[in-house]
């Protein structure tokens, strides 16, 4: 079994920063591609950024210039350095794993999200 933690979520004001945190634990073997999605109230969830194993990274507009995704694939966690927030960022950002595990078996995992509030 396989689980994602997200922390680092919080309130801060617009202009701020935060960074997320989301670490995997279980029976892993790799972790390929991670991602961080976020849903805002009363909308779909959206990607946000990418990561691929060899640290190749890809960003929504939105975000692009402001956001920063990294991963640290010995300890497995995948992180997301946030400049810059406006009120719109404000979400429940979750992180998306695509799991090798240990047995062999490929997994799309989900984190249980952590919230995000930036106040104007």
């Known amino acids: 079994q396989v689980q994602l933690v997200e922390s680092g979520g919080g309130l801060v004001q617009a202009g701020g920063s935060l960074r997320l945190s989301c670490a995997a634990s279980?029976?892993?073997?790799?972790?390929?591609?991670m991602k961080w999605f976020r849903q805002g109230l009363g909308k779909q969830r959206e990607l946000v950024a990418t990561?691929?194993?060899?640290?190749?990274?890809n960003y929504a507009d939105s975000v692009k210039g402001r956001f920063t995704i990294s991963r640290d694939n010995a300890e497995n966690t995948v992180y997301l350095q946030m400049n810059s927030l406006k009120p719109e960022d404000t979400a429940v950002y979750y992180c998306?794993?695509?799991?090798?595990?240990?047995?062999?078996?490929?997994?799309?995992?989900w984190g249980q999200g952590t919230r995000v509030i930036v106040s104007s």
């Open positions: 279980g029976s892993i073997f790799r972790i390929n591609t």
């Open positions: 998306n794993a695509a799991v090798v595990a240990s047995a062999g078996t490929y997994l799309g995992v």
């Open positions: 990561i691929t194993e060899g640290g190749n990274t």
